[in-house]
């Protein structure tokens, strides 16, 4: 995914037929992340649990996106706009580029209600664990490490022991839909 935009913007999706585009037209989709392990990410740019695990999400990428799992971090929230999120993620030296999720299509997918919340994906695209990044807002009391052991039991070829840990942090600000 290098040369993807900071802000892009989600254009075509359901669950296991998405396709995030950049502002120069550059893609990257569900079809040509398959055969790796894919990390999905919501965070948001005023969520404070969000940014408490802004650092964790920051390492987790640099720990395991030289292994070869892709990272797509995505912004669902209707009241963050692009140019929000854009500046947002250069401030904060983000090493990933972020997705705006218009309308809440890829969130209503994969069934998202807060941020951060995360989805990881096995080598087939199959979601094999979804919800927190651990279990604790404050490091020192983690004890559930949710999202790295999930990773880490997909590049072994093994399922996650956890396929499911509530999330905790922000309620998702969706998009009003109308009828």
């Known amino acids: 995914m290098p040369g993807l935009a900071a802000a892009a913007v989600v254009a075509l999706f ?6 995030l585009m950049a502002p120069s037209g550059a893609t990257v989709g569900f079809d040509e992340l ?17 940014g408490m695990y802004q650092q964790r999400l920051n ?7 030289s292994k070869g ?21 250069k401030q904060a030296s983000l090493p990933y580029p972020v997705y705006k999720d218009f309308h809440n299509r890829l969130a209503d997918a994969y069934e998202i209600e ?5 989805v990881v994906l096995d080598r ?18 983690v004890k559930v490490h949710a999202l790295r052991d999930a990773v880490t039991s997909l590049l072994a070829g093994k399922t996650p022991q956890i396929a499911r ?11 009003k839909k109308t009828t």
């Open 124 to 141: 087939a695209g199959e979601v094999r664990y979804r919800g927190a990044i651990d279990d604790s807002s404050n490091p020192a009391r």
């Open 165 to 175: 840990l509530k999330a905790f942090g922000c309620v998702l600000k969706r998009e």
């Open 114 to 118: 807060s941020t951060p919340e995360v």
């Open 69 to 89: 799992v892709a990272f797509v971090v995505v912004n669902a929230n209707s009241n963050e706009p692009p140019a929000e999120i854009q500046k947002y993620s």
């Open 14 to 19: 359901a669950a296991g037929d998405w396709t």
């Open 59 to 65: 390492d987790l990428y640099r720990e395991f996106s």
């Open 34 to 50: 398959r055969g790796g392990v894919t990390v999905v990410a919501f965070t948001s740019t005023r969520c404070p649990v969000s």
